[in-house]
């Protein structure tokens, strides 16, 4: 079984940093619409539990990235 940081390690190898970060925003944005629907009443909590792991496994690659980025930089 792969870990996590062999999962984002080979994400990062298929793809690059940038599609990665739009990507990111998009996850984001699908969250926001998310917790936008339930504030005006709708029973959404399965679309929110999935978009809330969609931001976690893109936070995920995001600290990975930056850490790596940031260790280049120093």
Known sequence: MM?????IEFIF???NAETQEIICI??????????TKHLRG?????HIVEEIAD???MIY??????????SHHI
Not at 26 to 35: D, I, P, V
Not at 42 to 46: F, P, V
Not at 61 to 70: D, G, K, L, T
């Open 13 to 15: 190898s298929k793809t």
């Open 26 to 35: 998009e996850e984001l944005a699908e969250l926001q619409k998310e917790l």
């Open 42 to 46: 709708e029973e959404n909590w399965d």
């Open 55 to 57: 931001v976690q496994l």
């Open 3 to 7: 870990g996590v940081d062999k999962f």
């Open 61 to 70: 690659q995001m600290h990975h990235h930056f850490q790596s980025e940031e």
